[in-house]
Nanobody, 117 residues
Framework: QVQFVESGGGLVQPGGSLRLSCAASGSIARFYGMGWYRQAPGKQREWVAH???????IYTESVKGRFAISRDNTKNRVYLQMDSLSSEDTGVYYC???????????WGQGTQVTVSS
């Protein structure tokens, strides 16, 4: 089973930017879609964005125009560039395959993003 390790989170002021990185323990080329998900305090984990090679990336409405997902199959990495961050973007961010996997053990530790002044 491929494991995912997220990094790049941190504390950032509103309006700031972060670039998240996800390193996979194996090849991601075999996965149709790769996605980023997040879990805000007190809320369930939600889908943020996904990318399928050769197709435009898809984003949840609240991050359109601010976030950009990309994948590098040669490096087995997935990225999430986040700009114009707001407090509503605070949460733990995870990468995983898309569509969302059913195996609860497939999730990594995530990376914490905190947007606060």
């Amino acid at each position: 089973q491929v494991q995912f390790v997220e990094s790049g989170g941190g504390l950032v002021q509103p309006g700031g930017s972060l670039r998240l990185s996800c390193a996979a323990s194996g090849s991601i080329a075999r996965f149709y879609g790769m996605g980023w998900y997040r879990q805000a305090p007190g809320k369930q984990r939600e889908w943020v964005a996904h990318i399928v090679s050769g197709f435009p990336a898809i984003y949840t409405e609240s991050v359109k125009g601010r976030f950009a997902i990309s994948r590098d199959n040669t490096k087995n990495r997935v990225y999430l560039q986040m700009d114009s961050l707001s407090s509503e973007d605070t949460g733990v961010y995870y990468c995983n395959v898309w569509p969302r996997p059913s195996d609860p053990n497939s999730w990594g530790q995530g990376t914490q993003v905190t947007v606060s002044s």
